[in-house]
């Protein structure tokens, strides 16, 4: 039985608004969808766990599928200007590390 690795993303509140809001006033996003899969926030839950024990350990970026620019766009592509969160900054919030 083959296994099946699945992958999520993860992405902070704030830079969702900063997406949308660069979004709203862009006429390459018109009848358009906007994906938003920082390449930086992609992680199946090993990695995840992986990356709040150790945070060196995870840097790959994996992708489910493949945005079809017909379709949509993926945000940070479109919007390369903007600083998104990484999951590896996020969880630097919520772990204090205790130096020797």
Request: with cysteine.
């Amino acid at each position: 039985m083959a296994s099946v690795i699945c992958t999520a993303v993860f992405n902070y509140e704030e830079d969702i608004g900063a997406y949308t809001i660069k979004a709203v006033d862009d006429p390459r996003t018109l009848n358009k969808i906007l994906y938003m899969r920082p390449p930086k926030n992609t992680y199946s839950s090993n990695e995840l766990v992986a990356l709040w024990i150790e945070p060196s350990f995870v840097k790959g970026d994996h992708t489910n599928f493949e945005i079809e620019p017909s379709f949509g766009f993926e945000a940070s592509q479109l919007y390369p200007g903007v600083k998104y969160t990484t999951v590896q900054e996020y969880l630097s919030r919520l772990v204090f590390v205790k130096k020797d």
